[in-house]
């Protein structure tokens, strides 16, 4: 790129004008401040169900974040693979009878094969009583189509 003479020296003369650079800030400086400010619960919380009660607390109308969503649903999914891990994983006591490892015959019949798994929870509890309400009304929609 070539300059005719009186633009080089009008170039040079705004350089001698510019101040000096500003130095770029420091990356751990802001990784610092970011770490050292207080996080909500919702930010920290990794049991599901206080996760849930948290996001219900700050939500005004009960909507949540899709983001939010999905780190409730990582934290259920979480919670539930360990609990199959730890109700696959053989213990000594039952590796000896074989009886207990035995697969169950399933029935052959009309209806289904598999037993309901319920979740810990309280006997007459709101949840409890949430769970039984959900129950009732599936069945009936189920008597209703098969009618």
Do not use: C, W
Not at 73 to 90: G, I, M
Request: net charge negative; proline share 10%; no cysteine.
């Amino acid at each position: 790129m070539s300059f005719d003479p009186r633009s080089l020296e009008r170039l040079r003369q705004l350089g001698r004008q510019l101040p000096e650079p500003i130095p770029a800030p420091e990356a751990e400086t802001q990784r610092s401040a970011k770490t050292s400010r207080p996080r909500h619960r919702v930010e920290t919380e990794q049991d599901p169900k206080a996760l849930f009660h948290e996001l219900m607390q700050v939500s005004q109308d009960g909507t949540v974040p899709e983001h939010l969503m999905a780190r409730l649903r990582d934290a259920e999914e979480r919670v539930d693979s360990e609990r199959r891990q730890k109700l696959n994983a053989p213990s000594p006591l039952t590796q000896d009878s074989p009886s207990q490892t035995a697969v169950p015959t399933r029935s052959t019949g009309k209806g289904k094969n598999t037993r309901p798994q319920r979740r810990d929870v309280v006997p007459g509890s709101e949840e409890d009583s949430l769970y039984v309400a959900f129950g009732q009304m599936f069945l009936e929609e189920q008597d209703d189509e098969t009618e």
